[in-house]
């Protein structure tokens, strides 16, 4: 089963990319959605979390790659994927 | 396919604190959301600062609420546990009744919906899960 | 309960704050119980196993010595993430315990065989 990677803050997003897997999906929440601003993603699954974007204003500025989903849809992730790994 | 038929069992962490980070509003949500979906949650472990969610003594602003009061109408519905880690507790000045007398302290501060244990809990909480996830702080 | 496959994954730097000094100890303590527990140096946190700290110097302890201590608490399967020390300055030789040095690829391959992978 492939990963799902959590990141929290923009900055962690290197270092996680370092080490995911071309099937794990990554999801960006909290001050790790401002990375979805820059972020391209190709091949792999990028989230964003739907509050954190639009608690941050950013619903307009995303990047094209970016899938906005919500707490439920964050559940469904985590059933989907094994481990779940937190990167801050 | 048909989602929402596997259901899990979920661990989760909870690693900073209300105010100093989104960690525990983030579990909360995530949690509730979990639980919403037929999923199950038996114990929250928190640690690190993310103890501090347990703070009994806290007085939130009505426009900014701490996630404390729906970890305990979360827990209390759906018979979760709130698994806080004496270790980390105890340093930051969380202490039930027991403790409390133990060291011989004014107050007990633990919000009485919360419980101290061992970090032996956390392992206990990753063994019997499907899924753990950790709230960073 | 089942015997677990546990990866903690340390990156976080000693001394600024208690998660490096707390993330040990509850490594420690998985140690004991039987699962099958395993630890990550990587990024910042391979500082954590630098030769030559001194905690007393911050009247605090020593987090490289709370960090040898792994290997007598049953945590044997201790890792290093390579690029991590090439980008310090860091050769094995300047660590205080042996671990064993992972490539970005290794590590995909060590976290993807996990049930939980806990941070710091």
Partial sequence: ?88 | MIYGLARMIFGIAVHGAPYGSQASASALRFAEAAVAAGHSLHRVFFYHDGVNTANGLMVPPQDDPSPQQGWVTLAERHGIELAVCIAAALKRGLVNEEERNRYGLNAASLHPAFSIVGLGQLIDAIGSSDRFVTFAA | ?120
């Fill in chain 1, 1 to 88: 089963m492939s990963t799902l990677h959590v990141i929290n803050k923009a900055n962690a997003l290197p270092a996680c990319l370092s080490v995911a897997g071309a099937h794990d999906a990554l999801l960006l929440i909290e001050d790790g959605v401002y990375a979805g601003t820059t972020a391209r993603s190709p091949q792999r699954p990028l989230y964003a979390l739907a509050a954190d974007v639009d608690a941050r204003g950013l619903n307009e500025r995303l990047g094209p790659s970016v899938t906005v989903i919500s707490d439920a849809e964050f559940v469904q992730l985590a059933v989907d994927h094994q481990p779940i790994v937190s990167w801050r």
């Fill in chain 3, 1 to 120: 309960m089942e015997i677990r496959r546990i990866l903690y994954m340390l990156r976080q730097p000693p001394y600024a704050t208690g998660h490096a000094v707390e993330a040990l100890e509850s490594i420690l303590v998985a140690g004991v119980f039987d699962q099958q527990v395993s630890v990550l140096f990587r990024d910042d946190g391979v500082w954590q196993l630098l030769k030559g700290q001194n905690g007393g110097a911050l009247g605090v302890r020593t987090i490289g010595n709370v960090a040898q201590a792994l290997p007598e608490y049953e945590v044997k399967d201790i890792y290093v993430c390579a690029e991590s020390l090439a980008q310090r300055g860091l050769v094995v030789d300047d660590l205080v315990l042996t671990a064993k040095v992972l490539s970005q690829r290794e590590q995909l391959t060590l976290i993807s065989a996990q049930h939980a992978v806990v941070n710091d």
